[in-house]
């Protein structure tokens, strides 16, 4: 039998339930994979929730693991047993062992530790495309990072940093502030207390910037609005506030004709060609050294209500892993 944290219904941290489940042999197409760790990812909130439903109960929730493959099913090409992977954007990672296509894995490198992918594949393949698709940065702009002490926005800040774009990162406490200014924040604005906007402005001269990077949603969506330069894009990528559910789209027009775009990771690693190319661009910034991963916390597996709590209080600093 296989530990695994499922949910049997929505709700608060309290509806995740240590279970004990049976896994099965793997069927054409999958692996068995045993857990060395797991990621933990705001999205797994929105599972939780219910704001992003899971489909049917019990669920097991986690997006985001690594480890060693240990079956393979039918029809299985181009791994092997014993083979180090990793994986984002999975439903079912809180666990030790699990079936999972092959499909959605990648092979983890020398000098990629499994913790290390555990922490970083979801959240710095999403700074690979916000930052190369979502507004394609140049060097020399001025991007607007919200969370910027966070597991994405710790990326997001130091791969901007590396293509040479000034970062402006607005964070929650002023340890938070100091932690993003390690990270690379050239200016951090402490959004719980300032005027983004009016700060955004007086940093750039008046003009604003070129992006918003937004995953703070409903309680931030008209100070990202409010600090972009005309035909600036906003990137709206999370709801860690709450979701927008109502936009007047007349608002892009009179704020200067900006761009406004809502993605999600699933998209730009849909087949086996995008998720190789934004893997393996996250593994050379990471070998390289220009961008390091930040691990701010790690909890037993079985303490993941403990970590859920922590970070929808906004207690986390960098990514958080958990250990089956
Ligand atoms: P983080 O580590 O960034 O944690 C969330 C942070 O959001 C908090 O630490 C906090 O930082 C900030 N925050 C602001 N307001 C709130 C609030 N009301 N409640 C809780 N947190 C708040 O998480 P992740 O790195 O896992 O994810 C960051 C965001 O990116 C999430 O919104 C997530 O959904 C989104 N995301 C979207 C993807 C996509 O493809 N669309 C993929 C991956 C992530 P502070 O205290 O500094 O304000």
Known sequence: MNSAIRIHQYGGPEVLSLDSVSVGEPSEGQVRLRHSAIGLNFIDVYQRTGLYPVGSFPQTLGMEGAGVIEALG???EGFRVGDRVGYAMALGSY???RLIEADKLVKLPDGIEDQT???????GMTARYLLKNSYPVQAGDTILVMAAAGGVGTLLTQWANHLGVTVIG???SPEKARLAQEQGCHHTILYTQEDVATRVRDITGGEGVAAV????GQATLHASLDSLRPTGTLVS???ASGPINDFNVGLLAQKG???LQRPTLATYVRNRELLDGCANDLFQVVQSGAVKVKIGQAYPLAKV???HRELEARKTIGATVLLP
């Open 213 to 216: 990077y937004d995953s703070v």
């Open 257 to 259: 004709s900006l761009y």
């Open 117 to 123: 992918a555990a922490a970083m594949l979801l959240q």
């Open 74 to 76: 039918p029809g299985v």
């Open 170 to 172: 607005c964070v929650g």
């Open 237 to 239: 990528f999370g709801n």
């Open 305 to 307: 209500a403990q970590a």
């Open 95 to 97: 666990c030790h062992d």
